[in-house]
Each structure stands twice: as structure tokens, then as C-alpha cells.
């Protein structure tokens, strides 16, 4: 039996408002489709565009791109973003919203990013749009 996941508002584009179950967050990465895009598929190595919206599970939210109302660009599959990312979004159709829950040990580790209020125990959940990869 899989693990209750956060739920999320809005579509595609919107920004999202996370709710969480009453349970413990899942020990492993978990990757939700929560819309399937139409594009091609992401490939490890591409230069992937998305929006996204980060929150500690049951905490605060700690960053998002709606807000800030531009998407951002980075290399996928090739280490430069956090593991859970990498693995969570190669594979992925653009134009699909993904919900990833992300354990520690894939995310920033047992240093946490203090400056972001992330913990190293802390399990983080995105919701990511991706917009296209190149």
C-alpha cells in the first residue's frame, strides 16, 4: 500500500497550496503525475524549464517560482540540482504537473539548508510544472 501524499490546488500553472495527510512523510522518493503533458519526454543531460513551489512536509514553504512570476532553467539528470529533482523529473512529459516528495538523503542531506529552514530530516515536497526541456 502506497503512502498518503499531499494534496495540491490548481492546475497546470497555477499556483499550487499544499495540504498534508495526518501521516508520517514516505521514506523514499515518490513521484506523483498529478496532470500528464502532451510533450515530448525529459532526457538526463537537457536543459529542463519549469515553475515550481518547494515546502518542508507539514512546515512552511520555502521557495516558489509562481510568485515570482518567471519560470527557472537548469541541466537535469547531470547532478546540479538535488537528487530528487534529478531523478523525479527525467523520464517526465513537458507539460505535466508533478507532485515529488523527497526523502533527505535526496534532497539537501543531513545539513539541511538552514538559511532556507530546511532541516536535515526535513522530507521536502514540489510541485513542478515542467514548461519544456531543450
Known amino acids: 500500500m502506497s503512502q498518503p501524499l499531499p ?17 508520517a512523510a514516505p521514506a523514499d522518493l515518490v513521484v506523483e503525475v498529478l496532470e500528464r503533458g502532451e510533450g515530448a519526454i525529459v532526457e538526463a543531460g537537457q536543459t529542463i524549464e519549469v515553475n515550481y513551489l518547494g515546502q518542508v512536509w507539514n512546515g512552511s514553504i520555502f521557495d516558489n517560482s509562481y510568485d515570482r512570476g518567471a519560470t527557472i532553467e537548469f541541466p537535469i539528470g547531470v ?22 516528495s523527497i526523502p533527505p538523503h535526496e534532497g539537501y542531506g543531513p545539513n539541511g539548508v538552514p538559511q532556507a529552514g530546511i532541516g536535515g530530516d526535513d522530507v521536502l515536497v514540489f510541485v513542478v510544472d515542467i514548461v519544456d526541456a531543450k
Open 7 to 23: 494534496t495540491a490546488t490548481g492546475t497546470f500553472g497555477d499556483k499550487p497550496e499544499l495540504s498534508f495527510p495526518h501521516d
Open 79 to 100: 547532478g546540479v540540482v538535488i537528487a530528487g529533482w534529478d531523478s523525479g523529473l527525467v523520464g517526465q512529459q513537458i507539460g505535466s504537473r508533478l507532485l515529488i
